[in-house]
């Protein structure tokens, strides 16, 4: 009897006694494995999978965990000078012999799987995922609408500085965070006082050209 079994992304076939070399597998020498992927069965009465033979197998002994013949890469390129390269590579193998082969009972052997030394079982992909945080209970009471800051209330016996030339809204707040609220304190403007604001509000000699000193003085008097 004989199966035709697929491992590392290759077809075997084997029978009772062979040893071959397959890509590595995780286990040990002396350790006992089970291939599960029987592509078919061959013998008395051939049985060939769809793809795979249902609850079949073949068993077999790790011998040795080896490497394979180093194999030699050599690239040189045409009109190159001192373009050359030479690569070893030995592949890590697993030489296996075959112990036994079941056309069915596979499932219920209890003989470790063969898995390839890269595979991760899905048991272990699970554990080293991190677990899902409950979702949280909606709160009954919904948080209430934070209210809007309320607009800052006009300085008591401040002027409306927009009667002067060229001030608008904007202009107007900058003097109020500037602690500059009435006629009577721009009409006390001296050149020091006028170097300075134009100097921290970015006025660019707007006072001086606009004439805010003398207009703050007219309109101080009314």
């Known amino acids: 009897m004989f199966a035709v079994l697929k491992t590392g992304g290759k077809q075997y076939k084997v029978q009772a006694g062979d040893t071959l070399r397959v890509e590595k597998l995780a286990a040990d020498a002396g350790e006992k494995i089970q291939f599960n992927d029987i592509l078919m069965l061959g013998g008395d009465k051939t049985v060939v999978g769809a793809p795979f033979v249902k609850d079949a197998g073949v068993q077999a002994e790790v011998v040795d965990q080896i490497k394979g013949e180093k194999v030699i890469n050599f690239v040189k390129r045409r ?104 006629f009577a304190q721009i009409a006390a403007w001296t050149d020091e006082d006028v170097a300075a604001m134009d100097e921290k509000l970015s006025f660019k000699g707007r006072i001086e050209r606009e004439g805010w000193i003398e207009q703050a003085k007219e309109l101080s008097k009314g």
């Open 79 to 182: 009109r190159k000078h001192s373009s050359k390269r030479t690569k070893g590579h030995r592949q890590k193998l697993t030489l296996v012999k075959v112990t036994d082969i079941l056309a069915s009972g596979a499932g219920k052997s209890g003989v470790k799987a063969a898995m390839g030394a890269g595979s991760v079982s899905v048991k272990a992909v699970e554990a080293a995922a991190p677990k899902k945080a409950a979702p949280k209970k909606a709160e009954a009471k919904a948080e209430a609408p934070k209210a809007k800051a309320a607009p800052k209330a006009k300085a008591a016996g401040a002027d409306d500085l927009k009667q002067l030339s060229g001030v608008g809204p904007a202009l107007e707040k900058k003097l109020h965070a500037a602690d500059v609220t009435t």
